[in-house]
């Protein structure tokens, strides 16, 4: 990360504590292209290297904003239905998005939701996407707080037991990221298959 933003996002922080972490997730998961991930990680380390605000606290409001945010989004596609979505669909890198974000949702249903926390163009789009696909609202709360809980209780620990080494820590994010998705793929999989098995009464096909 370049060294004009960490000392942007740090000023920010010294100025607004956990009110900017609470802004930028639910922007994020609202719908707002904002650096939620960023922030929630420059969090955590000035919570282990200046000691300015607290692990657990970060965790609570973490996963307070990011679950309100999702709602938000979620209720935005519900009023803005497709016309919203077309909308998102005109920037071609959007588009790409979306288009993972419906096949991942077509594929593991509500489970998806929670996958989407940890791609970060999947976390802005989630909650208006799943509403415009008409996910049940009941299913859609129970994955988005179990995701939010998941996600920003890992990258807050991240961010804050590996603090010392941020340079570094910023660089791996995605490629960590990226191994926790495969985990939540894998983990969904063997939930469908569950339900197959179930679905055929245990026999094979």
């Known amino acids: 990360m370049g060294q004009h933003l960490f000392e942007l ?19 994020e ?3 707002v ?3 939620g991930e960023t922030m929630l990680l420059l969090a955590s380390f000035l919570a282990y ?6 692990l657990p606290y970060i965790i609570l409001v973490g996963v307070c904003a990011a679950t309100i945010g999702d709602n938000l989004g979620f209720l935005l596609g519900h009023y803005g239905g497709k016309p919203l979505l077309e909308r998102y669909r005109k920037v071609p890198r959007v588009y790409r998005t979306i288009a ?3 096949s991942l949702i077509h594929r593991y249903g509500s489970f998806a939701i929670f996958i989407a926390r940890f791609i970060a163009g999947m976390r802005i789009i989630a909650g208006p996407l799943a509403s415009v696909l008409h996910m049940p609202w009941r299913k859609f709360v ?3 707080f179990l995701g939010a809980a998941v996600w920003v209780t890992v990258i807050s620990s991240v961010g804050y037991f590996f603090g010392r080494h941020w ?5 791996i994010m995605k490629g960590f990221n990226l191994a926790v998705l495969l985990a939540a793929v894998l983990l969904a999989v063997f939930f469908w298959w ?7 009464g245990g026999q094979p096909d």
Do not use: C, I, M
């Not at 569950?194 to 055929?200: N, P, Y």
């Open 29 to 31: 998961n609202t719908g």
């Open 9 to 27: 996002l740090r000023e920010y922080l010294a100025h607004y504590g956990y009110w900017a972490v609470a802004a930028a997730l639910l922007l």
């Open 167 to 171: 340079d570094e820590l910023a660089r």
């Open 142 to 144: 129970v994955f988005n």
């Open 194 to 200: 569950r339900q197959r098995r179930k679905g055929t």
């Open 33 to 35: 292209p904002v650096p």
């Open 49 to 54: 290297s200046e000691h300015r605000l607290r």
């Open 100 to 102: 993972r974000g419906e």
